[in-house]
């Protein structure tokens, strides 16, 4: 005798067929983490030099380009720019930015993203040389400007 499947089970069979080659494109699209466009935007931020009580304030902006995150950061006058991605802290951990820069002495920086109370981006981040061989790493807080522009009449 021949097997027969139930005519009544032929469409739904037939259209979850036609949904499996489009399943890994919805997945590709969800692992991108909402980070890279939360992120964007101009901040004011606070910091400490690594093994030092030594603080200092500044300015600075995100923004995307292409594949990677750049911040342009504006302390003391100077301006500097560098690179970075949004990644994972460990697998299955909370989602971080990643930054690194220098050639003859590679320094990086991890931050953590938070909001504030008006849901701007709120950055907490922990820098130094690679490999961190310091006591202490410097520290940086990012506070979104946006909700401090002034409202036009």
């Known amino acids: 005798m021949k097997p027969t499947v139930p005519r009544r089970f032929l469409p739904a069979a ?3 067929l036609a949904c499996l080659p489009t399943l890994p494109a919805f997945a ?4 991108e983490s909402p980070l890279w466009d939360f992120v964007r935007g101009r ?11 030594a603080t200092y304030t500044g300015t600075a902006t995100i923004d995307r380009v292409g ?9 003391a006058g100077k301006r500097s720019e560098v690179f ?3 990644r994972r802290a460990d697998p299955g951990e909370a989602w971080v930015l990643a930054f690194k820069w ?15 109370l008006d849901n701007y981006a709120r950055l907490t981040c ?3 040389k690679a490999g961190n061989p310091h006591t202490q790493p ?10 401090w522009d002034p409202v036009k009449p």
Not at 68 to 73: N, S, W
Not at 106 to 113: N, T
């Open 14 to 16: 037939l259209l979850a």
């Open 28 to 31: 590709a699209a969800e692992d």
């Open 43 to 53: 901040y004011t931020l606070i910091g400490r030099q690594p093994d030092s009580q």
């Open 67 to 75: 594949e990677r995150l750049r911040l342009t950061r504006t302390v």
């Open 84 to 86: 970075g991605t949004v």
């Open 102 to 116: 220098g050639n003859k002495q590679p320094m990086e920086m991890v931050c953590l993203v938070g909001t504030d």
């Open 126 to 128: 922990h820098w130094g």
């Open 138 to 147: 410097g520290m940086e807080a990012y506070f979104a400007q946006e909700p």
